[in-house]
């Protein structure tokens, strides 16, 4: 069973940068992992997601902004966030799913029912 920790959430104002953390309890290499995000009333979206041989996908909005990156040695996955913007307020949750990520034309998916795995999140929070 994997069990997944968010930590690192917080305030910061438009233009700054945080970074958010997911350890992971279990043996997560070799998982796909992933960063979604969700605020009142609208559905859970995948933002980042890392395959198992480092590729990444990014949603449009967090483009050359956000970086995801896993530190196998540590069990734990990152989302370092740069050029906040009050928009990115959000909970933020990490996912995982067994073997490679689903590919749909190529293309690494970010949707939510391809993770099997969930932590429970941490608030980011942006003002201007």
């Known amino acids: 069973e994997v069990q997944l920790v968010e930590s690192g959430g917080g305030s910061v104002q438009a233009g700054g940068s945080l970074r958010v953390s997911c350890a992971a309890s279990g043996y997560t290499n070799g998982f796909c992992m992933g960063w979604f995000r969700q605020t009142p009333g609208k559905e859970r979206e995948g933002i980042a997601t890392i395959d198992t041989d480092g590729s990444t996908s990014y949603e449009d909005s967090v483009q050359g902004r956000f970086t995801i990156s896993h530190d196998n040695a540590k069990n734990t996955l990152y989302l370092q966030m740069s050029s906040l913007k009050p928009e990115d307020t959000a909970m933020y949750s990490c996912?995982?799913?067994?073997?490679?990520?689903?590919?749909?034309?190529?293309?690494?998916?970010?949707?939510?029912?391809?993770?099997?795995?969930w932590g429970q999140g941490t608030q980011v929070t942006v003002s201007s």
């Open positions: 996912a995982a799913d067994p073997g490679r990520c689903t590919r749909y034309g190529g293309r690494i998916s970010r949707n939510r029912a391809d993770f099997a795995y």
